[in-house]
């Protein structure tokens, strides 16, 4: 496949799932667990874009935008990186450093456009919520959500039209000791990233299965892949037995003629 072909076959697709992402409330499809495999099935490689997906999400765990706060576009980053690493042959361990370089960068590119290009639509909205022109603003609302991700779209076309060899060139530019700082870093962040979910989720009741699943998989040998079957029945357990309490308390209720007959 040629570059201009990549680029513009990578660039296609992550227009999709911009515009995606912009009309179906944020529905974490950007992410690189679901962007990599599938970019990977277009350009022929299933396989290595579903081991980049799970690295990289791992790479990006818990690194989500919140409000105009994008600490990383793991949405570029995953893209690009894929693409490279399918259409020119950039090996595994380089994708991986890469992508937190361009998540990075591509965060402050992200921020930026949204800054200057969404900021030209509010004087326009004003005048419209002005005049009660509902028809106008919705009008307005779409078009400035589908023309949105073209300026990162041309980012992610001229990134990968300039191939492996310009990136490889700027990475060859930069001392050895960045790179090793930057492996480092990419190491840590899937321990920070779990640490900011488990911040979010921890409770004293989440704790016990915590510290079930540490002990299995540290004292009983029990592999992930194995921990997230027993995980699954241990959600379904909860959730069967959430709706069947829910039930029962329906049916009491109904049968005594509410609340205050049955406690009453």
């Not at 911009?18 to 490689?45: K, Y």
């Not at 259409?87 to 990075?104: M, W």
């Not at 060859?172 to 000791?177: D, G």
Request: charged share 10%; glycine share 10%; proline share 2%.
């Amino acid at each position: 496949m040629s570059a201009g072909t990549l680029a513009l076959t990578t660039a296609l697709v992550y227009l999709a799932f911009s515009e995606l992402n912009q009309f179906w409330a944020h529905n974490f499809a950007t992410r690189p667990i679901v962007v990599c495999p599938i970019l990977g099935i277009v350009l022929g490689d299933a396989a290595t874009g579903l081991a980049l997906g799970a690295s990289l999400e791992l790479l990006f765990m818990g690194i989500t935008n919140i409000g105009g706060s994008i600490p990383s576009d793991v949405f570029i980053a995953g893209t690009i990186v894929t693409a490279l690493c399918i259409g020119t042959g950039l090996d595994y361990e380089t994708a991986v450093v890469l992508a937190a370089a361009i998540g990075a960068v591509s965060g402050i590119w992200s921020v930026t456009v949204r800054i200057i290009y969404q900021g030209m639509f509010v004087a326009i909205f004003e005048r419209m919520a002005a005049k009660g022109d509902v028809k106008g603003y919705n009008r307005m609302t779409i078009l400035a959500n589908a023309t949105n991700p073209i300026f990162s779209t041309l980012l992610v076309y001229v990134a990968i039209a300039l191939g492996a060899d310009a990136l490889q060139g700027i990475l060859a530019s930069i001392p050895a000791f960045i790179l090793d700082g930057l492996s480092v870093a990419a190491g840590m962040m899937p321990a920070i990233g779990l640490g900011l979910l488990m911040n979010m989720l921890w409770s004293g009741k989440a704790s016990i299965y915590f510290f079930f699943g540490f002990a299995a998989t540290v004292y009983l040998n029990i592999n992930m892949t194995f921990m997230v079957v027993i995980a699954v029945f241990i959600t379904l357990m909860q959730v069967y037995n959430e709706l069947d309490l829910r039930n029962r308390l329906k049916a009491v209720g109904g049968s005594n003629g509410g609340e205050d007959d049955l406690f009453g």
